[in-house]
């Protein structure tokens, strides 16, 4: 398991977001829970849309992955915030826990985001195809093989 600056990142941007959700959810649990959802639609938007933007525009992947990210997670967060404003729903004692919750949603989200501008880049696509942490945000590897293993349990010979 090699690790790199991409690793060391992914790191860093995973739990100031993961803190930034929980702190934000002292509020209401619901803010919290309308960033998760913007960011991973913003993530799939930009996952699906980038090549046409960039056909069309005859900009580089990157820059087109980039231009939707970011469009989509000001909508997202904009959004969120004004139905944050008009719901205000919470648990009460619960709130930091289900932030939280929705704050590692949130930072996968934002990594993988992350992740993807790398891996366009060009020349910072090896340190991203080397990472450790980029495999499991991306494939999901340990998940799948701790999958596999479960699913034979109990089995027997």
């Known amino acids: 398991m090699l690790w790199n600056w991409v690793d060391i990142v992914l790191i860093i941007l995973f739990a100031v977001a993961a803190l930034t959700e929980t702190m934000r959810s002292q509020e209401g649990f619901d803010l919290a829970l309308y960033d998760a959802i913007g960011v991973v639609l913003a993530v799939i938007g930009a996952d699906q849309l980038h090549p046409s933007l960039a056909a069309v525009t005859g900009w580089s992947l990157m820059t087109s992955y980039i231009v939707i990210f970011a469009s989509f997670l000001v909508a997202a967060f904009a959004m969120g915030y004004l139905a944050h404003n008009q719901t205000m729903f919470t648990l009460d004692a619960f709130d930091s826990v289900v932030g939280f919750l929705c704050g590692i949603i949130t930072a996968g989200a934002i990594c993988h985001g992350f992740l993807r501008i790398v ?28 999958d596999q293993t479960m699913q034979h349990i109990g089995e027997y010979d």
Do not use: K, M
């Open 119 to 146: 891996l366009l880049s060009g020349p910072e696509a090896a340190a991203a195809a080397t990472s450790w942490l980029a495999d499991q945000l991306l494939h999901f590897t340990l998940f799948h093989r701790a």
